[in-house]
Antibody, heavy 120, light 106 residues
Framework: EVQLVESGGTLVQPGRSLRLSCAAS????????MHWVRQAPGKGLEYVAG????????GYADSVEGRFTISRDNARNSVYLQMDSLRTEDTALYYC?????????????WGQGTLVTVSS | DIQMTQSPPSLSASVGDRVTITCRAS??????VHWYQQRPGKVPQLLIF???TLQRGVPSRFSGSASGTDFTLTISSLQAEDFATYYC????????FGQGTKLEIK
């Protein structure tokens, strides 16, 4: 059974940093691209970042480029999102998501999400 | 980033109706458009990938098609469980989502 368990979400002040983690199980992690997608309260889905199976390719939304960094550790079956210079508009539920393939395509499984609140 | 303009933002319909949701890409995205359903309080679920291929387990009343940079999700006969929010997503470039269409009961 595929499982994605996010952690690290919390209340943080604007300008501070936070690192999200996602622990994966139930599939060949090293074969799949991975993504972070967020959803602000009452709003739609927003793509945040993605990473290919071997970390050879990463992609970011314009809204987080230069502030967020995605990484993965295939030995630990984990993907991470380092979020720096956080803004109030980064407040959202952050989903870890598994791609159907090795490079960015479509998402065939989503975690339950971890909530990040940016507020003073 | 490639923009996906989704319409309508909301739609009221009745059980048994046929409904259509459209996404227009800001440039060519080949056939790399996918559709998701999100029920209230739940995580999104993949419905259709690569324009028209149904994900395993998705009912055949869902279908997808394209004409140029316009992509369409059609539900042929609405069922009660279909009232949800639908999103398109492109993967030709760095992925982006449409703004969503909330399908409500009339």
């Amino acid at each position: 059974e595929v499982q994605l368990v996010e952690s690290g979400g919390t209340l943080v002040q604007p300008g501070r940093s936070l690192r999200l983690s996602c622990a994966a199980s139930g599939f060949n992690f090293e074969d799949a691209a991975m993504h972070w997608v967020r959803q602000a309260p009452g709003k739609g889905l927003e793509y945040v970042a993605g990473i290919s199976w071997n970390s050879g390719s990463m992609g970011y939304a314009d809204s987080v480029e230069g502030r967020f960094t995605i990484s993965r550790d295939n030995a630990r079956n984990s993907v991470y999102l380092q979020m720096d210079s956080l803004r109030t508009e980064d407040t959202a539920l952050y989903y870890c998501a598994k791609d159907e393939g090795a490079v960015a395509g479509f998402i065939d499984f989503w975690g339950q999400g971890t909530l990040v609140t940016v507020s003073s | 980033d490639i923009q996906m303009t989704q319409s309508p933002p909301s739609l009221s319909a009745s059980v048994g109706d046929r409904v259509t949701i459209t996404c227009r890409a800001s440039q060519s995205v080949a056939n790399l458009v996918h559709w998701y359903q999100q029920r209230p309080g739940k995580v999104p679920q993949l419905l259709i990938f690569a324009t028209s291929t149904l994900q395993r387990g998705v009912p055949s009343r869902f279908s997808g098609s394209a004409s140029g940079t316009d992509f369409t999700l059609t539900i042929s006969s609405l069922q009660a469980e279909d009232f949800a929010t639908y999103y398109c997503q492109q993967s030709y470039g760095t992925p982006t989502f449409g703004q969503g269409t909330k399908l409500e009961i009339k």
